[in-house]
């Protein structure tokens, strides 16, 4: 992989997008369709494939916040418990977005602090 350092972390903006197009408990969503925002969005390194991200889809489903609710070799299918929430980190000044039922920690990796 290159030295490309996106601007907001990955996970962040998985979860942006999650918040901002699927944020509905009876939608499902697959990470194809959030893959191909994050490449438009271009804050992604371009040389990452869908495989790429999939610990972060993972991470998704083991903190609580959506379900695996099928897969297809690569395509994950997902939906949300619950509808996300956004809030704010003072410790690394981004807006984050949890589910009501994880715990109030900071998705950005880098960070982790309680909110």
């Known amino acids: 992989m290159s030295d490309f350092t996106p601007t907001v972390p990955i996970a962040l903006q998985i979860r942006k997008i999650i918040f901002d197009k699927?944020?509905?408990?009876?939608?499902?969503?697959?990470n194809d369709e959030i893959f191909e925002i994050l490449k438009s969005d271009g804050d992604l390194d371009p040389s990452w494939i869908i495989d790429d991200t999939e610990i972060f889809f993972?991470?998704?489903?083991?903190?609580?916040l959506a379900r695996n609710i099928a897969q297809n070799f690569t395509t994950m299918y997902l939906k949300l418990f619950d509808p996300?929430?956004?809030?704010?980190?003072?410790?690394?000044?981004?807006?984050?977005?949890?589910?009501?039922s994880e715990e109030k920690k900071c998705p950005n990796p880098t960070c982790k602090s309680s909110i």
């Open 58 to 64: 993972n991470e998704l489903c083991d903190s609580g």
């Open 22 to 30: 699927f944020n509905d408990v009876d939608t499902k969503f697959t």
């Open 84 to 100: 996300i929430e956004k809030h704010h980190c003072n410790a690394c000044d981004n807006d984050v977005h949890l589910g009501p």
